[in-house]
């Protein structure tokens, strides 16, 4: 089952989502084609440290974080990716490295890839390695205000 947080919150809101299960896997492209989701459309989640405060960006599975590029756009002097120790209980009903891309809910900033936002829809894990939830772009972006920067680049 999605965490219980986050459909709880996208049902209080009353947005529409698909919840799809999906078998066992635990990188984005792994789970972009084992789910049926192009690359493009599925959200990773990657913690990271701006300055000392834990944000998450958001970006297609296709892609990885320019953390150089993230530092500019962000306009910080210190950015480094976060260790798995320093936001295990940040995300308390999610398995690790399967975290929602909705920081509002774990007092995180959110930053998004001008890329992904491109998108009708997007997918993204729902708190465990075997399911994902997809909704509209558009809904996502009014319930989390994430900052939609220009930090991402293509994976080879």
């Known amino acids: 089952m999605p965490g219980r947080k986050l459909t709880a919150f996208l049902d209080e ?3 529409k989502y698909v919840a799809i299960r999906h078998s066992l896997r635990f990188t984005a492209q792994e789970i972009a084609a084992s789910a ?4 493009k459309e599925l959200a990773k989640t990657v913690v990271f440290k701006l300055e000392d405060e834990l944000a998450l960006a958001v970006l297609p599975a296709s892609y990885r974080v320019d953390f150089d590029m993230l530092k500019e756009v962000a306009g910080s002097k210190r950015i480094e990716l976060a260790d798995e120790e320093e936001f295990r209980d940040r995300f308390p009903d999610c398995e690790l490295g399967a975290m929602p891309p909705f920081g509002n809910l774990f007092g995180m900033e959110t930053f998004v890839a001008d890329v992904l936002a491109e998108d009708d829809e997007i997918a993204f ?32």
């Open 13 to 15: 809101k009353g947005i």
């Open 125 to 156: 894990n729902a708190g465990s390695h075997s399911e994902l939830i997809r909704m509209a772009y558009v809904d996502f972006e009014r319930l989390v205000q994430p900052k939609v920067m220009h930090f991402a680049a293509r994976t080879s």
């Open 36 to 39: 049926h989701v192009p690359g």
